[in-house]
């Protein structure tokens, strides 16, 4: 598996388009490609945030892609996203505004066909079909460019993650509903992704989210533009380039128990990995891990156990809330409500899914743990 890795100190396009050139380059993505073809980018616009914020992919990423896309005689391009709310036309158009899109027309369309249709997947998966958005559905050519970042419910979110903006809008919360576990809502990622199966993924690291990921966290420069046609390794890759354990990254471990990620396959082309680079800071929802300090079955057993009676939930700051209601539109169990004009919570039912922390625009919700 060959994983590019270029250094991009900041976000200039003199910087990123050699980066992105090199990188299809080395993965000759030019031989896979050809004039007349639907390609369809998939960035990651969670929420409408500046791209100064580092929760959704910089455009001048996106931008350079199309560049060399058009040098290949590729001219038929869309920017194809389902971001956390609605899928709508209103609710799009302001997305594609406040996080830079705009300024890619017309050489990228953005998408304003809000329709879906259904695939089926393989059998012997758990589930039967997706609801996948359209341009998807149509394109030949997939080109998956996300943001790297912690996150709140999977630990963390890279290419496999990336992918579940292909379904509309508020369909995600009934999907994390219908799989509340994490090795289970994680097991269904992971069939989305072979579903979907883009041909090549790129990575936003210049500016990357560490903390209380994917939208509340804080910027941490990594300096770094990651590009590989199996985002399953290269999921793997990046989490350890973070600090993290990839084998603890359920949607990671699950990849590679299926062979889909091949770490040891790794053959790092580009630039070396910096010595300097520090682990991230963890989301505050992480659940304490007693497995590696207690021996064998007894620690997983109490591993298991402790994180039932351990498990984190959102709270809300009154203080902070504007009572904007995005919360209780995202929640897949339907226990928050409005009420004069703040977010009111209950914590029977609760999922622990954090999708209300996530798309909170002004950070207003914060993880109560139980020590």
Not at 96 to 112: A, D, H, R, W
Not at 293 to 303: Q, R, S, T, V
Not at 343 to 361: D, H, L, R, T
């Amino acid at each position: 598996m060959i994983q590019t890795l270029h250094i991009v100190k900041e976000y200039k396009e003199e910087l990123i388009y050699p980066a992105i050139c090199r990188a299809f380059e080395t993965l000759e993505i030019a031989k896979d490609i050809h004039p007349g073809m639907k390609v369809a980018i998939k960035p990651n616009l969670i929420l409408a945030k500046s791209p100064d914020v580092s929760a959704t992919t910089h455009p001048m990423v996106i931008k350079a892609v199309a560049q060399w896309l058009n040098e290949h005689g590729i001219t038929d391009i869309t920017l194809a996203e389902s971001s956390g709310g609605l899928y709508t036309a209103e609710y799009m158009n302001n997305i594609y505004k406040v996080c830079g899109m705009k300024q890619l027309e017309p050489q990228i369309k953005l998408n304003m066909d809000f329709s879906a249709g259904n695939i089926n997947c393989p059998e012997g998966f758990a589930n039967h079909s997706f609801h996948i958005i359209t341009p998807i559905l149509e394109a030949d050519y997939i080109i998956n460019i996300c943001k790297l970042k912690t996150h709140a419910m999977t630990g963390y979110s890279g290419g496999i993650k990336n992918l579940f903006g292909v379904i509309p809008g508020l369909e995600k919360p009934q999907l994390h509903y219908l799989w509340p576990e994490l090795k289970d809502f994680s097991r269904m990622l992971v069939e989305l992704a072979q579903t979907v199966s883009p041909q090549v993924t790129v990575i936003d690291a210049i500016d990357a989210m560490e903390g209380n990921g994917p939208t509340g966290g804080t910027v941490y420069p990594l300096h770094m533009v990651l590009a590989a046609k199996d985002f399953y390794t290269q999921d793997y890759f990046a989490s350890k380039l973070m600090g993290l354990d990839p084998m603890k990254i359920e949607m990671i471990s699950q990849a590679v128990a299926l062979g889909l990620a091949r770490p040891d396959e790794i053959e790092l082309i580009g630039d070396p990995v910096p010595k300097e680079i520090t682990p991230f800071k963890v989301p505050d929802s992480l659940s304490l891990d007693f497995s590696d300090f207690l021996p064998g079955a007894f620690g997983k057993l109490f591993a298991k156990f402790a994180a039932k009676v351990l498990k984190s939930y959102p709270q809300v700051e009154s203080n902070q809330c504007v009572g904007c209601g995005k919360c209780a539109e995202s929640c897949p169990a339907h226990i928050i409500e409005i009420k004069n004009r703040k977010a009111v919570f209950k914590k029977k039912g609760c999922i622990s899914c954090f999708c209300c922390q996530e798309m909170c625009p002004v950070k207003a919700i914060s993880v109560k743990k139980a020590l």
